[in-house]
Protein backbone atom coordinates (compact mmCIF):
# COMPACT_ATOMS: atom_id res chain seq x y z
CA UNK A 1 0.00 0.00 0.00
CA UNK A 2 3.20 2.13 0.64
CA UNK A 3 4.60 1.95 -2.05
CA UNK A 4 5.64 4.44 -4.91
CA UNK A 5 3.12 4.97 -7.37
CA UNK A 6 4.79 7.38 -9.28
CA UNK A 7 8.39 9.49 -10.03
CA UNK A 8 7.37 12.05 -7.50
CA UNK A 9 6.08 9.70 -4.81
CA UNK A 10 8.51 11.48 -1.92
CA UNK A 11 7.67 14.60 -2.42
CA UNK A 12 4.52 14.16 -0.65
CA UNK A 13 5.45 14.08 3.39
CA UNK A 14 2.53 12.63 4.75
CA UNK A 15 3.57 9.57 2.23
CA UNK A 16 6.92 9.92 2.92
CA UNK A 17 6.66 9.90 6.71
CA UNK A 18 4.66 6.60 6.50
CA UNK A 19 7.24 5.18 4.17
CA UNK A 20 10.20 6.21 7.14
CA UNK A 21 7.28 5.05 9.47
CA UNK A 22 6.83 1.67 7.73
CA UNK A 23 10.36 1.01 7.27
CA UNK A 24 11.43 1.69 10.97
CA UNK A 25 8.58 -0.64 12.09
CA UNK A 26 10.25 -3.35 9.36
CA UNK A 27 13.72 -2.94 10.93
CA UNK A 28 12.44 -3.50 14.77
CA UNK A 29 10.34 -6.40 14.48
CA UNK A 30 13.15 -8.01 12.13
CA UNK A 31 15.53 -7.32 14.80
CA UNK A 32 12.81 -8.51 17.28
CA UNK A 33 12.33 -12.05 15.32
CA UNK A 34 16.34 -12.66 14.87
CA UNK A 35 16.66 -12.37 18.62
CA UNK A 36 13.65 -14.69 19.30
CA UNK A 37 14.89 -17.19 17.68
CA UNK A 38 18.26 -17.26 18.81
CA UNK A 39 16.65 -16.96 22.62
CA UNK A 40 15.15 -20.35 21.63
CA UNK A 41 16.68 -23.07 23.19
CA UNK A 42 18.02 -25.53 20.70
CA UNK A 43 20.83 -27.79 19.59
CA UNK A 44 22.24 -24.32 17.29
CA UNK A 45 22.10 -21.70 19.67
CA UNK A 46 23.84 -23.46 23.36
CA UNK A 47 23.90 -20.17 24.72
CA UNK A 48 20.32 -18.66 24.45
CA UNK A 49 19.52 -15.28 25.39
CA UNK A 50 17.77 -14.80 28.89
CA UNK A 51 14.06 -13.17 29.68
CA UNK A 52 15.55 -9.87 30.49
CA UNK A 53 18.31 -9.18 27.66
CA UNK A 54 15.34 -9.97 25.60
CA UNK A 55 12.89 -7.71 27.08
CA UNK A 56 15.60 -5.25 26.81
CA UNK A 57 16.24 -4.92 23.26
CA UNK A 58 12.66 -4.74 22.47
CA UNK A 59 11.46 -2.62 25.23
CA UNK A 60 9.36 0.07 22.81
CA UNK A 61 6.63 -3.18 22.24
CA UNK A 62 7.51 -5.49 24.44
CA UNK A 63 4.04 -4.78 25.47
CA UNK A 64 2.30 -6.30 23.24
CA UNK A 65 0.88 -10.51 23.77
CA UNK A 66 3.31 -13.15 22.21
CA UNK A 67 0.33 -13.85 19.75
CA UNK A 68 0.49 -10.58 17.94
CA UNK A 69 4.43 -10.66 18.29
CA UNK A 70 4.18 -13.89 15.61
CA UNK A 71 1.40 -12.29 13.55
CA UNK A 72 3.24 -8.86 12.80
CA UNK A 73 6.51 -10.98 11.74
CA UNK A 74 4.58 -12.76 9.62
CA UNK A 75 2.85 -9.91 8.13
CA UNK A 76 5.67 -7.58 7.75
CA UNK A 77 8.23 -10.16 6.69
CA UNK A 78 5.65 -11.03 4.16
CA UNK A 79 4.78 -7.40 3.07
CA UNK A 80 8.88 -6.95 2.81
CA UNK A 81 9.26 -10.32 0.58
CA UNK A 82 6.41 -9.35 -1.84
CA UNK A 83 8.12 -5.67 -2.42
CA UNK A 84 11.39 -7.45 -3.41
CA UNK A 85 10.16 -10.46 -5.37
CA UNK A 86 6.90 -9.74 -6.60
CA UNK A 87 6.23 -7.05 -9.71
CA UNK A 88 3.44 -4.23 -10.11
CA UNK A 89 1.39 -6.15 -11.88
CA UNK A 90 1.08 -9.23 -9.36
CA UNK A 91 2.58 -11.33 -11.85
CA UNK A 92 4.21 -14.23 -10.49
CA UNK A 93 5.91 -15.46 -13.00
CA UNK A 94 7.93 -13.18 -14.20
CA UNK A 95 11.84 -13.38 -12.70
CA UNK A 96 13.35 -10.56 -10.68
CA UNK A 97 15.71 -9.61 -13.72
CA UNK A 98 12.76 -8.75 -15.78
CA UNK A 99 11.12 -6.77 -13.21
CA UNK A 100 13.94 -4.27 -12.50
CA UNK A 101 14.70 -4.08 -16.26
CA UNK A 102 11.46 -2.54 -16.93
CA UNK A 103 10.99 -0.64 -13.80
CA UNK A 104 10.93 2.83 -13.09
CA UNK A 105 14.01 5.16 -11.63
CA UNK A 106 12.04 5.41 -8.58
CA UNK A 107 10.84 1.82 -8.48
CA UNK A 108 14.37 0.76 -8.94
CA UNK A 109 15.39 3.28 -6.14
CA UNK A 110 13.25 1.88 -4.17
CA UNK A 111 13.91 -2.06 -4.93
CA UNK A 112 17.55 -0.95 -4.07
CA UNK A 113 16.72 0.69 -1.04
CA UNK A 114 14.70 -2.34 0.61
CA UNK A 115 17.24 -4.92 -0.20
CA UNK A 116 19.94 -2.40 1.69
CA UNK A 117 17.46 -1.98 4.20
CA UNK A 118 17.02 -5.98 4.56
CA UNK A 119 20.86 -5.96 4.32
CA UNK A 120 21.77 -4.20 6.84
CA UNK A 121 19.07 -4.98 9.41
CA UNK A 122 20.46 -8.97 9.31
CA UNK A 123 23.61 -7.58 9.70
CA UNK A 124 22.85 -5.24 12.55
CA UNK A 125 21.17 -8.10 14.07
CA UNK A 126 23.75 -10.56 13.89
CA UNK A 127 26.55 -8.13 15.26
CA UNK A 128 24.16 -7.09 18.08
CA UNK A 129 23.54 -10.69 19.00
CA UNK A 130 26.90 -11.91 18.61
CA UNK A 131 29.03 -9.37 20.71
CA UNK A 132 30.45 -10.51 23.55
CA UNK A 133 30.78 -7.28 25.13
CA UNK A 134 26.73 -6.94 25.00
CA UNK A 135 26.09 -11.16 25.78
CA UNK A 136 28.58 -11.05 28.55
CA UNK A 137 29.37 -7.57 29.37
CA UNK A 138 31.36 -8.57 32.39
CA UNK A 139 31.30 -7.63 36.22
CA UNK A 140 28.24 -4.92 36.59
CA UNK A 141 28.08 -2.77 39.67
CA UNK A 142 26.08 -4.29 41.83
CA UNK A 143 28.15 -6.09 44.44
CA UNK A 144 26.49 -8.83 47.28
CA UNK A 145 26.58 -9.56 50.39
CA UNK A 146 26.04 -12.67 51.75
CA UNK A 147 23.74 -13.19 55.01
CA UNK A 148 23.03 -16.13 57.31
CA UNK A 149 20.24 -16.50 59.25
CA UNK A 150 18.51 -19.08 61.97
CA UNK A 151 17.15 -19.27 64.90
CA UNK A 152 19.38 -21.91 66.63
CA UNK A 153 17.58 -22.57 69.75
CA UNK A 154 20.35 -22.52 71.84
CA UNK A 155 24.13 -22.26 71.57
CA UNK A 156 24.80 -23.77 75.10
CA UNK A 157 23.65 -27.22 76.43
CA UNK A 158 19.71 -26.75 77.90
CA UNK A 159 21.23 -28.56 81.03
CA UNK A 160 23.12 -25.64 82.01
CA UNK A 161 20.80 -23.04 81.09
CA UNK A 162 19.86 -21.06 84.74
CA UNK A 163 23.82 -21.91 85.53
CA UNK A 164 25.98 -18.15 85.11
CA UNK A 165 29.15 -20.14 83.51
CA UNK A 166 27.04 -22.26 81.15
CA UNK A 167 28.91 -25.34 78.79
CA UNK A 168 28.31 -24.87 75.29
CA UNK A 169 26.53 -27.27 72.67
CA UNK A 170 29.66 -28.56 71.15
CA UNK A 171 27.96 -29.75 68.54
CA UNK A 172 26.25 -26.86 67.59
CA UNK A 173 28.83 -24.38 67.89
CA UNK A 174 30.69 -27.18 65.73
CA UNK A 175 28.19 -26.88 62.98
CA UNK A 176 27.93 -22.79 62.96
CA UNK A 177 32.13 -23.20 62.31
CA UNK A 178 32.33 -25.91 60.02
CA UNK A 179 29.37 -23.68 57.95
CA UNK A 180 31.22 -20.53 57.93
CA UNK A 181 34.40 -22.56 56.85
CA UNK A 182 32.63 -24.16 53.70
CA UNK A 183 30.57 -20.72 52.99
CA UNK A 184 32.04 -18.03 54.15
CA UNK A 185 29.08 -15.63 54.45
CA UNK A 186 29.73 -12.03 54.99
CA UNK A 187 26.91 -11.60 57.59
CA UNK A 188 25.86 -13.92 60.21
CA UNK A 189 22.88 -13.53 62.31
CA UNK A 190 21.74 -16.07 65.28
CA UNK A 191 18.57 -15.91 67.22
CA UNK A 192 17.98 -17.57 70.51
CA UNK A 193 21.65 -17.53 71.30
CA UNK A 194 21.00 -18.75 75.34
CA UNK A 195 24.26 -17.20 75.77
CA UNK A 196 25.58 -15.84 79.08
CA UNK A 197 28.25 -13.19 80.13
CA UNK A 198 30.71 -15.66 80.99
CA UNK A 199 30.86 -16.77 77.32
CA UNK A 200 33.66 -15.23 74.81
CA UNK A 201 33.01 -14.21 71.34
CA UNK A 202 36.07 -16.21 70.38
CA UNK A 203 34.49 -19.56 71.94
CA UNK A 204 31.82 -19.13 69.06
CA UNK A 205 33.74 -17.49 65.97
CA UNK A 206 37.17 -16.62 65.14
CA UNK A 207 37.71 -13.18 66.54
CA UNK A 208 40.08 -12.41 63.46
CA UNK A 209 37.34 -13.10 61.10
CA UNK A 210 34.34 -11.46 62.24
CA UNK A 211 33.40 -8.29 64.42
CA UNK A 212 30.51 -10.22 66.93
CA UNK A 213 27.65 -7.67 68.63
CA UNK A 214 25.40 -9.55 70.66
CA UNK A 215 22.24 -8.66 72.85
CA UNK A 216 21.94 -11.10 75.60
CA UNK A 217 19.01 -11.87 77.69
CA UNK A 218 18.68 -9.61 80.46
CA UNK A 219 15.97 -7.88 82.99
CA UNK A 220 16.15 -5.16 80.83
CA UNK A 221 15.87 -6.77 77.30
CA UNK A 222 13.55 -9.13 78.62
CA UNK A 223 11.52 -7.43 81.58
CA UNK A 224 9.41 -9.87 83.97
CA UNK A 225 5.48 -9.16 83.85
CA UNK A 226 4.50 -6.40 86.37
CA UNK A 227 2.31 -8.75 88.02
CA UNK A 228 3.67 -12.34 87.99
CA UNK A 229 7.51 -12.06 88.04
CA UNK A 230 7.86 -16.28 86.87
CA UNK A 231 5.63 -15.44 83.72
CA UNK A 232 8.31 -15.31 81.44
CA UNK A 233 11.81 -17.04 81.27
CA UNK A 234 14.40 -15.46 82.59
CA UNK A 235 17.25 -17.33 81.09
CA UNK A 236 17.31 -18.34 77.04
CA UNK A 237 16.67 -15.87 74.15
CA UNK A 238 19.93 -13.52 72.98
CA UNK A 239 20.20 -11.99 69.38
CA UNK A 240 23.48 -11.82 67.87
CA UNK A 241 25.47 -10.45 64.57
CA UNK A 242 28.41 -11.23 62.97
CA UNK A 243 29.82 -8.93 60.40
CA UNK A 244 33.04 -10.12 58.96
CA UNK A 245 35.88 -8.14 59.48
CA UNK A 246 36.93 -8.25 55.92
CA UNK A 247 34.23 -5.67 54.51
CA UNK A 248 35.83 -2.34 54.75
CA UNK A 249 32.31 -1.22 55.76
CA UNK A 250 33.02 0.13 59.69
CA UNK A 251 30.25 -1.74 61.40
CA UNK A 252 28.46 0.13 63.97
CA UNK A 253 26.60 -0.70 66.89
CA UNK A 254 22.92 1.78 66.66
CA UNK A 255 22.23 2.29 70.30
CA UNK A 256 19.06 1.59 71.98
CA UNK A 257 17.80 2.10 75.10
CA UNK A 258 14.36 0.16 73.81
CA UNK A 259 13.46 -2.84 76.10
CA UNK A 260 13.26 -5.93 73.31
CA UNK A 261 15.55 -8.39 72.43
CA UNK A 262 16.25 -6.37 69.45
CA UNK A 263 19.86 -5.30 67.85
CA UNK A 264 20.59 -2.91 64.77
CA UNK A 265 24.33 -2.79 63.26
CA UNK A 266 24.66 0.12 61.10
CA UNK A 267 27.72 -0.63 57.41
CA UNK A 268 28.72 2.48 56.06
CA UNK A 269 29.15 2.23 52.51
CA UNK A 270 31.73 4.66 50.16
CA UNK A 271 28.98 6.78 48.69
CA UNK A 272 27.98 8.02 52.32
CA UNK A 273 24.85 5.68 52.30
CA UNK A 274 24.11 3.23 54.86
CA UNK A 275 22.39 -0.01 55.60
CA UNK A 276 21.08 -0.98 58.93
CA UNK A 277 21.21 -4.73 59.57
CA UNK A 278 18.24 -5.52 62.42
CA UNK A 279 17.53 -8.74 64.07
CA UNK A 280 14.76 -9.03 66.26
CA UNK A 281 13.70 -11.87 68.89
CA UNK A 282 9.77 -11.97 69.94
CA UNK A 283 8.48 -14.44 72.37
CA UNK A 284 5.16 -14.79 71.52
CA UNK A 285 3.30 -14.38 74.86
CA UNK A 286 4.66 -11.12 74.72
CA UNK A 287 2.01 -8.38 74.41
CA UNK A 288 1.48 -4.56 74.12
CA UNK A 289 4.11 -3.36 75.83
CA UNK A 290 6.51 -5.45 73.89
CA UNK A 291 5.11 -4.71 70.43
CA UNK A 292 5.49 -0.54 71.90
CA UNK A 293 9.14 -1.17 72.38
CA UNK A 294 9.97 -2.73 69.10
CA UNK A 295 7.86 -0.09 67.26
CA UNK A 296 9.95 2.70 68.43
CA UNK A 297 13.43 1.18 67.60
CA UNK A 298 11.74 0.43 64.31
CA UNK A 299 10.69 3.70 64.00
CA UNK A 300 13.70 5.49 65.22
CA UNK A 301 15.99 3.77 62.24
CA UNK A 302 13.44 4.94 59.61
CA UNK A 303 13.81 8.20 60.37
CA UNK A 304 17.13 8.18 58.69
CA UNK A 305 15.88 8.37 55.08
CA UNK A 306 19.64 8.13 54.30
CA UNK A 307 20.41 4.46 55.51
CA UNK A 308 18.28 0.22 53.77
CA UNK A 309 16.69 -1.09 56.30
CA UNK A 310 16.95 -5.17 56.51
CA UNK A 311 15.30 -7.04 59.42
CA UNK A 312 14.96 -10.73 60.17
CA UNK A 313 13.83 -12.58 62.92
CA UNK A 314 11.93 -14.75 64.99
CA UNK A 315 9.07 -12.58 65.57
CA UNK A 316 6.39 -15.46 66.13
CA UNK A 317 3.64 -14.06 64.19
CA UNK A 318 1.94 -17.47 63.21
CA UNK A 319 -1.25 -15.99 62.49
CA UNK A 320 -0.42 -12.84 59.73
CA UNK A 321 -1.44 -14.55 56.22
CA UNK A 322 1.85 -13.01 54.38
CA UNK A 323 1.08 -14.56 50.78
CA UNK A 324 -1.65 -12.04 50.27
CA UNK A 325 -1.00 -8.47 49.28
CA UNK A 326 -2.57 -6.87 52.25
CA UNK A 327 -1.45 -9.27 54.54
CA UNK A 328 -3.75 -9.75 57.86
CA UNK A 329 -4.41 -11.63 61.10
CA UNK A 330 -7.31 -12.36 63.09
CA UNK A 331 -5.15 -11.64 66.04
CA UNK A 332 -5.39 -7.94 67.15
CA UNK A 333 -1.44 -7.79 68.28
CA UNK A 334 0.04 -9.32 65.13
CA UNK A 335 -2.22 -6.93 63.05
CA UNK A 336 -0.69 -4.25 64.97
CA UNK A 337 2.71 -5.69 63.60
CA UNK A 338 1.51 -5.54 60.47
CA UNK A 339 0.69 -2.13 60.41
CA UNK A 340 3.29 -1.12 61.72
CA UNK A 341 5.34 -2.64 58.86
CA UNK A 342 3.09 -1.32 56.05
CA UNK A 343 3.78 2.41 57.89
CA UNK A 344 7.66 2.25 57.65
CA UNK A 345 7.42 0.56 54.05
CA UNK A 346 8.62 -2.65 54.49
CA UNK A 347 8.16 -5.67 52.89
CA UNK A 348 7.97 -9.61 53.86
CA UNK A 349 10.07 -11.30 51.61
CA UNK A 350 9.03 -15.11 52.87
CA UNK A 351 6.26 -17.05 51.61
CA UNK A 352 7.31 -20.00 52.77
CA UNK A 353 7.27 -22.34 56.20
CA UNK A 354 10.41 -21.44 58.20
CA UNK A 355 9.30 -24.41 60.92
CA UNK A 356 9.25 -27.96 61.29
CA UNK A 357 5.24 -27.91 62.01
CA UNK A 358 4.73 -25.47 58.93
CA UNK A 359 4.32 -22.12 60.02
CA UNK A 360 6.13 -19.30 58.86
CA UNK A 361 7.76 -17.39 62.27
CA UNK A 362 11.43 -16.26 60.73
CA UNK A 363 10.43 -13.03 58.53
CA UNK A 364 12.72 -10.51 56.10
CA UNK A 365 11.65 -7.55 55.97
CA UNK A 366 12.96 -4.70 54.10
CA UNK A 367 11.92 -0.97 53.11
CA UNK A 368 13.74 -1.79 49.57
CA UNK A 369 12.89 -5.53 48.68
CA UNK A 370 14.87 -4.86 45.42
CA UNK A 371 18.07 -5.03 47.24
CA UNK A 372 17.18 -8.52 48.48
CA UNK A 373 18.21 -11.79 46.14
CA UNK A 374 18.28 -15.56 45.68
CA UNK A 375 16.75 -15.85 49.09
CA UNK A 376 17.04 -20.06 50.17
CA UNK A 377 15.30 -21.51 52.72
CA UNK A 378 16.94 -24.65 54.00
CA UNK A 379 15.80 -27.86 54.66
CA UNK A 380 15.69 -29.30 58.09
CA UNK A 381 18.45 -29.50 60.19
CA UNK A 382 20.41 -28.86 56.66
CA UNK A 383 23.05 -26.71 58.98
CA UNK A 384 22.47 -26.46 62.48
CA UNK A 385 20.01 -28.98 64.57
CA UNK A 386 17.44 -27.07 65.55
CA UNK A 387 13.31 -26.33 65.16
CA UNK A 388 13.88 -23.70 62.50
CA UNK A 389 14.89 -23.52 59.09
CA UNK A 390 18.66 -21.50 58.41
CA UNK A 391 17.77 -18.64 55.68
CA UNK A 392 20.41 -17.64 53.52
CA UNK A 393 20.14 -14.27 50.85
CA UNK A 394 22.20 -11.97 49.35
CA UNK A 395 21.89 -7.45 49.77
CA UNK A 396 22.92 -6.24 46.34
CA UNK A 397 24.37 -2.71 46.52
CA UNK A 398 25.53 -0.79 43.69
CA UNK A 399 28.38 0.51 46.18
CA UNK A 400 31.79 -1.50 45.57
CA UNK A 401 32.22 -2.96 48.64
CA UNK A 402 36.01 -3.12 49.41
CA UNK A 403 37.21 -6.40 51.02
CA UNK A 404 40.68 -6.32 53.02
CA UNK A 405 42.52 -9.42 51.79
CA UNK A 406 44.60 -10.88 54.45
CA UNK A 407 48.62 -10.43 54.45
CA UNK A 408 49.95 -13.18 53.52
CA UNK A 409 53.32 -14.35 55.93
CA UNK A 410 56.67 -15.14 54.23
CA UNK A 411 57.95 -18.86 55.78
CA UNK A 412 60.57 -20.80 54.82
CA UNK A 413 59.90 -24.02 53.04
CA UNK A 414 61.75 -26.59 54.76
CA UNK A 415 60.36 -29.07 52.83
CA UNK A 416 62.66 -28.13 49.76
CA UNK A 417 65.89 -26.68 51.98
CA UNK A 418 69.11 -27.99 50.80
CA UNK A 419 70.10 -29.28 54.21
CA UNK A 420 73.60 -31.03 52.90
CA UNK A 421 74.86 -27.24 51.89
CA UNK A 422 73.57 -26.04 54.96
CA UNK A 423 76.26 -28.70 56.56
CA UNK A 424 78.81 -27.87 54.77
CA UNK A 425 78.49 -24.00 55.13
CA UNK A 426 78.40 -24.37 59.17
CA UNK A 427 81.31 -26.40 58.79
CA UNK A 428 82.99 -24.23 57.10
CA UNK A 429 82.42 -21.04 59.53
CA UNK A 430 85.21 -20.67 62.32
CA UNK A 431 82.67 -20.26 65.72
CA UNK A 432 85.85 -19.04 67.75
CA UNK A 433 86.19 -16.04 66.03
CA UNK A 434 82.63 -15.01 65.86
CA UNK A 435 81.76 -16.05 69.72
CA UNK A 436 85.00 -16.74 72.18
CA UNK A 437 86.67 -13.71 71.97
CA UNK A 438 83.15 -11.06 72.21
CA UNK A 439 80.70 -10.69 75.26
CA UNK A 440 77.32 -12.71 75.03
CA UNK A 441 75.29 -10.16 73.44
CA UNK A 442 77.77 -9.71 70.20
CA UNK A 443 78.13 -13.43 70.39
CA UNK A 444 74.57 -14.25 70.00
CA UNK A 445 73.97 -11.41 67.45
CA UNK A 446 76.96 -12.97 65.14
CA UNK A 447 75.62 -16.35 65.36
CA UNK A 448 72.03 -15.40 64.56
CA UNK A 449 73.29 -13.42 61.76
CA UNK A 450 75.53 -16.05 60.41
CA UNK A 451 72.70 -19.07 60.81
CA UNK A 452 70.05 -16.84 59.09
CA UNK A 453 72.57 -15.92 55.80
CA UNK A 454 72.97 -19.69 55.22
CA UNK A 455 69.37 -20.31 55.67
CA UNK A 456 68.29 -17.39 53.44
CA UNK A 457 70.73 -19.33 50.81
CA UNK A 458 69.80 -22.89 51.09
CA UNK A 459 65.84 -22.80 52.42
CA UNK A 460 63.36 -21.04 49.65
CA UNK A 461 60.94 -19.16 51.09
CA UNK A 462 56.64 -19.23 50.12
CA UNK A 463 54.03 -17.01 50.81
CA UNK A 464 51.13 -18.75 52.79
CA UNK A 465 47.30 -17.32 53.79
CA UNK A 466 46.78 -16.74 57.48
CA UNK A 467 44.53 -19.64 58.95
CA UNK A 468 41.15 -17.55 59.42
CA UNK A 469 39.35 -21.17 60.75
CA UNK A 470 39.76 -22.78 63.89
CA UNK A 471 42.51 -25.10 64.55
CA UNK A 472 41.12 -27.98 64.93
CA UNK A 473 38.96 -27.71 61.04
CA UNK A 474 41.45 -29.98 58.93
CA UNK A 475 40.95 -31.89 55.77
CA UNK A 476 39.60 -34.69 58.05
CA UNK A 477 36.84 -32.73 59.44
CA UNK A 478 36.02 -31.42 56.21
CA UNK A 479 36.06 -34.24 54.68
CA UNK A 480 33.58 -36.27 57.27
CA UNK A 481 31.52 -32.81 57.16
CA UNK A 482 30.77 -33.21 53.46
CA UNK A 483 30.12 -36.80 53.99
CA UNK A 484 27.60 -35.74 56.70
CA UNK A 485 25.87 -33.49 53.91
CA UNK A 486 25.74 -35.74 51.19
CA UNK A 487 24.18 -38.10 53.29
CA UNK A 488 21.36 -35.53 54.36
CA UNK A 489 20.76 -34.96 50.87
CA UNK A 490 20.11 -38.85 49.75
CA UNK A 491 18.13 -39.35 53.10
CA UNK A 492 16.15 -36.12 51.87
CA UNK A 493 15.39 -37.82 48.26
CA UNK A 494 14.38 -41.22 49.66
CA UNK A 495 13.05 -40.59 52.90
CA UNK A 496 14.68 -44.05 53.70
CA UNK A 497 14.92 -44.99 57.44
CA UNK A 498 18.20 -47.04 56.48
CA UNK A 499 19.61 -43.85 54.94
CA UNK A 500 18.47 -41.69 57.88
CA UNK A 501 20.22 -44.06 60.11
CA UNK A 502 23.05 -43.35 57.97
CA UNK A 503 22.98 -39.41 58.28
CA UNK A 504 22.65 -39.75 62.20
CA UNK A 505 25.70 -41.73 61.98
CA UNK A 506 27.86 -39.53 60.35
CA UNK A 507 26.26 -36.33 62.42
CA UNK A 508 27.76 -38.83 65.63
CA UNK A 509 30.95 -39.42 63.82
CA UNK A 510 31.39 -35.90 63.02
CA UNK A 511 30.78 -35.06 66.45
CA UNK A 512 33.45 -37.67 68.35
CA UNK A 513 35.86 -36.67 65.74
CA UNK A 514 35.78 -32.71 66.35
CA UNK A 515 36.07 -33.33 69.89
CA UNK A 516 39.22 -35.43 69.69
CA UNK A 517 40.74 -33.05 67.26
CA UNK A 518 40.29 -29.88 69.93
CA UNK A 519 41.69 -32.61 72.62
CA UNK A 520 44.79 -32.91 70.56
CA UNK A 521 44.84 -28.96 69.72
CA UNK A 522 44.55 -28.75 73.86
CA UNK A 523 47.15 -31.56 75.18
CA UNK A 524 50.32 -32.66 74.16
CA UNK A 525 49.68 -36.40 72.78
CA UNK A 526 52.94 -37.53 74.72
CA UNK A 527 51.94 -35.97 77.67
CA UNK A 528 48.42 -35.50 78.99
CA UNK A 529 49.26 -32.93 81.63
CA UNK A 530 50.75 -30.57 79.20
CA UNK A 531 49.41 -27.99 76.82
CA UNK A 532 50.17 -27.92 73.69
CA UNK A 533 51.66 -24.61 71.79
CA UNK A 534 48.88 -24.68 68.88
CA UNK A 535 46.66 -24.15 72.00
CA UNK A 536 48.80 -20.83 73.20
CA UNK A 537 48.78 -19.67 69.98
CA UNK A 538 45.10 -20.30 69.34
CA UNK A 539 44.72 -18.36 72.68
CA UNK A 540 46.46 -15.51 71.37
CA UNK A 541 44.41 -15.21 68.23
CA UNK A 542 41.09 -15.06 70.17
CA UNK A 543 42.29 -13.01 72.82
CA UNK A 544 44.20 -10.67 70.32
CA UNK A 545 46.80 -10.49 73.09
CA UNK A 546 50.10 -12.16 73.99
CA UNK A 547 51.16 -14.41 77.12
CA UNK A 548 52.65 -11.79 78.67
CA UNK A 549 50.54 -8.25 79.82
CA UNK A 550 50.98 -5.28 78.27
CA UNK A 551 51.50 -3.90 81.90
CA UNK A 552 53.00 -5.32 85.01
CA UNK A 553 52.72 -4.19 88.47
CA UNK A 554 55.27 -5.52 90.92
CA UNK A 555 56.60 -4.08 94.50
CA UNK A 556 54.34 -0.37 93.70
CA UNK A 557 56.43 -0.24 89.75
CA UNK A 558 54.50 -0.27 86.55
CA UNK A 559 56.25 -1.94 83.94
CA UNK A 560 55.09 -1.35 79.80
CA UNK A 561 58.31 -1.95 77.71
CA UNK A 562 60.33 -5.10 77.31
CA UNK A 563 63.37 -3.74 79.08
CA UNK A 564 61.14 -2.83 82.40
CA UNK A 565 59.03 -6.01 82.30
CA UNK A 566 61.81 -8.10 81.94
CA UNK A 567 63.61 -6.51 84.68
CA UNK A 568 60.65 -6.56 86.99
CA UNK A 569 60.44 -10.63 86.13
CA UNK A 570 64.28 -10.76 87.52
CA UNK A 571 63.56 -8.86 90.57
CA UNK A 572 60.27 -11.43 91.46
CA UNK A 573 62.38 -14.84 90.70
CA UNK A 574 65.27 -13.26 92.35
CA UNK A 575 63.58 -12.75 95.43
CA UNK A 576 62.44 -16.18 95.68
CA UNK A 577 65.37 -17.96 95.87
CA UNK A 578 67.76 -15.49 96.71
CA UNK A 579 67.75 -16.13 100.59
CA UNK A 580 68.54 -19.18 102.46
CA UNK A 581 65.42 -21.39 103.94
CA UNK A 582 65.33 -21.52 107.77
CA UNK A 583 63.53 -24.69 108.39
CA UNK A 584 63.61 -25.98 112.11
CA UNK A 585 63.76 -29.35 111.07
CA UNK A 586 66.48 -32.09 111.83
CA UNK A 587 67.30 -34.14 108.81
CA UNK A 588 69.81 -36.80 108.30
CA UNK A 589 71.99 -37.27 105.42
CA UNK A 590 74.09 -40.40 106.75
CA UNK A 591 72.03 -43.04 104.90
CA UNK A 592 70.80 -41.37 101.96
CA UNK A 593 71.61 -42.60 98.85
CA UNK A 594 72.77 -39.60 97.11
CA UNK A 595 75.69 -38.77 99.33
CA UNK A 596 77.75 -38.55 96.16
CA UNK A 597 75.94 -36.43 93.79
CA UNK A 598 77.82 -33.40 93.05
CA UNK A 599 76.44 -30.06 91.76
CA UNK A 600 78.12 -28.01 89.18
CA UNK A 601 78.01 -26.10 86.36
CA UNK A 602 78.09 -28.80 83.52
CA UNK A 603 75.81 -30.86 85.47
CA UNK A 604 73.12 -28.07 85.71
CA UNK A 605 73.62 -27.06 82.43
CA UNK A 606 72.56 -30.69 80.87
CA UNK A 607 69.88 -30.92 83.11
CA UNK A 608 68.30 -27.28 82.06
CA UNK A 609 68.59 -28.45 78.21
CA UNK A 610 66.75 -31.06 78.93
CA UNK A 611 63.98 -29.24 80.29
CA UNK A 612 60.73 -28.90 79.02
CA UNK A 613 59.87 -25.37 78.31
CA UNK A 614 56.58 -26.41 78.11
CA UNK A 615 55.29 -27.14 81.27
Known amino acids: RFEPQYDNYFQNPI ?16 LFMEILILSLPNRVYKSPLSHQQLHAYISPIRILPTDTYLALISTFYFILLSHVI ?9 SIAHY ?4 TRSMKRFVATSLSLYTTIINITLIVIN ?4 LNPGPCNFNSLSVFYQNVQGLITYSSLGSPDPTLNIT ?6 SYVVMHCPDIIILNETWLKDNVKNSELLPNNEYKIFRLDRSPKTHPPHPTDPKKFRRNGGGVLIAIKNALDMNPKLVKSNVNAEILSVLLNLKSGKKICITTCYRVGTLQERNFNEICNHIQNISNNKSSKHVMIGDLNL ?12 PNSLHQKFVNLFNENCMDQILNSPTHYRGNLLDLVLSDAPHIIKNVYIADHNEFIKSDHFAITFDINIKDAVKRIKPPKRIIRNYKKAEWLNINRDLAMIDWSQHIDYTDINTAWSNFKNILNSICDRHIPKAKIKNKSNCPWYDSEVNKINRKKERLRLQYKTSKNPEHYKKYSDARKELKSVIKSKMRSNLFDESNNSTLTKKFWSYVKCSSNSSRIPEHIFHENIYANNSYRKSNLFNTFFYNQFSEASRYDIDINFSDTQFHD ?19
Open 15 to 30: QSYIYIIYYFLIFYIT
Open 172 to 177: KVCELN
Open 86 to 94: NQRTHDKAL
Open 318 to 329: DTVNWKEVNSCS
Open 100 to 103: LKNA
Open 597 to 615: FRFNVTVVKQILNYIDINK
Open 131 to 134: NCSL
